[in-house]
Each structure stands twice: as C-alpha cells, then as structure tokens.
C-alpha cells in the first residue's frame, strides 16, 4: 500500500512539474528549458541526442540478447569445458559490445534525421524532449524520497516510525 502512494505522489508531482515546465513564462521553463535564442543547432542536436540516448539504451537491453553459452554435457573434454568457462567470463562483456553497438548506430541515425529538420521543429523537440526527461527525474527523486520516509524507523522491530509526517521527513 505505502509503494502505491509513493508511486502516486510521484504521478503527481510530474505532473505538478509538466505543468510548470509547459508555461513559458515560469521560473522552471525559463531555469530548465531556456530561451530559443540562446541555442544553435548543433547545441540543440547534441542536447536532443543526450536526452534520447536514456531510451535508446532502454531499447537497447530490451531489443539486444545474445543466448548464454550453452553449459557442455558431463562427458565434455576439459578443452571444451575450458571453452564454455571462456564463453562465460565473455559473456558480459561482448553483451555490454552489441548493447553498445546498437545505441551508437540508433543514436547515428537520430542525429542524421535531426540535422535535416528545420530551427523552430529542433527546439521543439528539444523541449518536448526536456520536460519528458525532467519530469522523469521529479517522478523518480519523489517516488525515492517516500520509499525514503516510509522505510524509515526508530526501532528494530519496524513499529515506530521516524517521522511523523512526509513534511517533517522532507525537512
């Protein structure tokens, strides 16, 4: 029950902060989005780049598997069972190289489609792409902090609580 209310004040605050990020004239846009005239187009291809980079690597591990070598039978030589150690102790790192692989080429292609788009679409997308990953973070930094301050207690035996309110906690 206390995950579920952690996870509903975290939609809320996201949503408490696209709102305040979708006005221009409030403090947040102006702090965390900035004024058109202050980016040029590769600044805003590189900012765009590294805000998407978060779910292309999301996609990576979801789209990228390699099977898991295949453990020999009782009777394998112990060549072929040193083999299938090798396979092993390689296992994470040639996963961690196509991963890789795969956000290079994906991230590529991105920035090719970007550098054909006008000014006025770059910055929109760097905006939408903005508050997308700022309100993400508020989602994340407000759903920790009640984990936070509903797992906290005085005693070993997890019957009193630190704090007896989130404001107190948050102070």
Same mark, same amino acid.
């Given at each position: 029950?206390?995950?579920?209310?952690?996870?509903? /004040?975290?939609?809320? *605050?996201?949503?408490?902060?696209? +709102?305040? =990020?979708?006005? !221009?004239? #409030?403090?947040?846009?102006?702090?965390?989005?900035?004024?058109?005239?202050?980016?040029?187009?590769?600044?805003?291809?590189?900012?765009?780049?590294?805000?998407?980079?978060?779910?292309?690597?999301?996609?990576?591990?979801?789209?990228?598997?390699?099977?898991?070598?295949?453990?020999?039978?009782?009777?394998?030589?112990?060549?072929?069972?040193? /083999?299938?150690?090798? *396979?092993?102790?390689?296992?994470? +790192?040639? =996963?961690?190289? !196509?991963? #890789?692989?795969?956000?290079?080429?994906?991230?590529?292609?991105?920035?090719?489609?970007?550098?054909?788009?006008?000014?006025?679409?770059?910055?929109?997308?760097?905006?939408?792409?903005?508050?997308?990953?700022?309100?993400?973070?508020?989602?994340?930094?407000?759903?920790?902090?009640?984990?936070?301050?509903?797992?906290?207690?005085?005693?070993? /035996?997890?019957?009193?609580?630190?704090?007896?309110?989130?404001?107190?906690?948050?102070?």
């Amino acid at each position: 029950a206390e995950l579920n209310i952690a996870r509903v /004040k975290a939609l809320r *605050a996201s949503t408490e902060m696209r +709102k305040k =990020l979708s006005d !221009k004239n #409030s403090d947040e846009y102006l702090a965390f989005i900035g004024d058109k005239s202050l980016f040029d187009r590769e600044k805003l291809i590189s900012l765009i780049i590294l805000r998407k980079s978060v779910d292309v690597s999301r996609e990576a591990i979801r789209e990228v598997s390699i099977p898991f070598p295949a453990e020999p039978d009782e009777e394998a030589t112990l060549e072929e069972q040193e /083999k299938y150690q090798a *396979a092993v102790d390689n296992y994470a +790192k040639e =996963l961690n190289e !196509k991963v #890789s692989e795969y956000v290079r080429s994906k991230l590529d292609e991105e920035k090719r489609k970007l550098e054909s788009l006008p000014d006025d679409e770059l910055f929109k997308i760097y905006e939408e792409a903005q508050i997308n990953g700022i309100c993400e973070e508020e989602m994340v930094k407000t759903y920790r902090q009640y984990c936070a301050y509903f797992g906290t207690y005085k005693d070993k /035996k997890f019957t009193k609580r630190m704090f007896s309110s989130y404001e107190e906690f948050d102070n």
